[in-house]
């Protein structure tokens, strides 16, 4: 079975600092793996998706996810932060195929400080 | 970008009634999904739904959970008695295929 830890449970930054939201996986396969955002009162966005190839991947509005198969884990990083980012973060993974459910971790909500 | 509905945002129903959640999903999407959110803990796959018929279920879709899309209208989901576990935010979420997958905003359900 699939599981997704996020250790963090918020986390607090200064706009225009960098940004490393962790997540670590649990999957018997390789599986597909994606970070979500959700602000207040809105509904879950599609940040990116890894399924393949180049571990590092580019999403929107400035974000990048790096896969590392060896820990495990899948990391969203944002180079320079807004204030607008501020949000709950969740990472989720799903092995495809047929079984397209997403499993989510507990979310690390981010607050930036101006 | 694409918009999954969500209606109503918040619904409260008495311990044991019936309740209906609707959900419009992206008009050409195929597969159709609900997820369930207890505050402070980790949103949970229900079900999955595709071509009329229920895909996968997990071990929350309790036999009093249903759901349908008939004649390719909102896709509901029904829980029929009610109890007071279910009281958590349902989201309902919409594909194209199973990759990209769009939700909405969440009906809150509070059962009294």
């Known amino acids: 079975a699939q599981s997704v830890t996020q250790p963090d449970a918020r986390v607090t930054v200064s706009e225009g600092a960098s940004l490393q939201l962790r997540c670590k996986y649990s999957?018997?396969?390789?599986?597909?793996l994606f970070w979500y955002v959700q602000y207040p009162r809105q509904g879950l966005q599609l940040l990116l998706k890894?399924?393949?190839?180049?571990?590092v991947v580019q999403g929107v509005n400035g974000f990048e996810a790096e896969f590392s198969k060896s820990n495990s884990s899948f990391h969203l990083r944002k180079a320079s932060v807004h204030w607008s980012d501020s949000a709950v973060y969740f990472c989720?993974?799903?092995?495809?195929?047929?079984?397209?459910?997403?499993?989510f971790g507990l979310g690390t909500t981010l607050q930036v400080q101006p | 970008g694409p918009k999954v509905l969500q209606i109503p945002s918040h619904q409260i129903i008495d311990m044991g009634q019936m309740v209906t959640l609707n959900c419009d999903p992206v008009?050409?999407?195929?597969?159709f999904y609900w997820y369930k959110q207890i505050l402070g803990q980790q949103m949970e796959f229900l079900v999955n739904?595709?071509?009329?018929?229920?895909?996968?279920k997990s071990k929350l879709f309790k036999d009093q959970f249903s759901v349908e899309r008939p004649d390719g209208s909102y896709f509901t989901l029904k829980i029929q008695p009610t109890a007071l576990e279910d009281s958590a935010v349902y989201f309902c979420?919409?594909?194209?295929?199973?990759?990209?997958?769009?939700f909405g905003k969440g009906t809150r359900l509070t059962v009294v």
């Open positions: 979420a919409s594909s194209l295929e199973g990759e990209e997958v769009f």
């Open positions: 999957s018997s396969v390789t599986p597909y």
């Open positions: 890894y399924y393949s190839g180049d571990p």
């Open positions: 989720a993974v799903s092995i495809g195929g047929n079984t397209r459910k997403l499993i």
């Open positions: 008009s050409n999407h195929l597969y």
């Open positions: 739904f595709y071509n009329g018929k229920v895909m996968e």
